[in-house]
């Protein structure tokens, strides 16, 4: 049972990136996902929150704009499509779920509500 972010790298300032999310051993159908980042020495918080329904999408004022969640159910796949890059978005981003909740609602960001948590993947924005 496993939950896997992929799909970072290194971009340039205004440059785009699109994350996956995937899980083995379970499937993410039935349950919101959230995306998460760590930037060196500062704390993880959330960026983005979709839904199980795909019905409520969640963003931080930081991303929002730039950033689109969404899920692709025949993929079992959720991605953060990125774009508008600036170099205070790098760091580790990670997606998370609970495999209980279909929808946090204004909870979605709060990280001690998520169990799961996927390995992250580094984004890299350079000036």
């Known amino acids: 049972v496993q939950l896997q972010a992929s799909g970072g790298g290194l971009v340039q300032n205004g440059g785009s990136l699109r994350p996956s999310c995937t899980a083995s051993?379970?499937?993410?159908?039935?349950?919101?996902v959230t995306w998460f980042r760590e930037a060196p020495g500062k704390e993880r918080v959330g960026i983005s929150s979709?839904?199980?329904?795909?019905?409520?999408?969640y963003y931080a004022d930081s991303v929002r704009g730039r950033f689109t969640i969404s899920r692709d159910d025949a993929k079992d796949t959720v991605y953060l499509q990125m774009t508008d890059l600036k170099p205070e978005d790098t760091a580790v981003y990670y997606c998370a779920t609970d495999r209980k909740t279909a929808d946090y609602g204004s909870l979605w960001n709060k990280r001690d509500r998520y169990d799961f948590w996927g390995q992250g993947t580094q984004v890299t924005v350079s000036s």
């Open positions: 979709i839904s199980a329904t795909a019905d409520s999408k």
């Open positions: 051993g379970f499937s993410l159908h039935y349950y919101v």
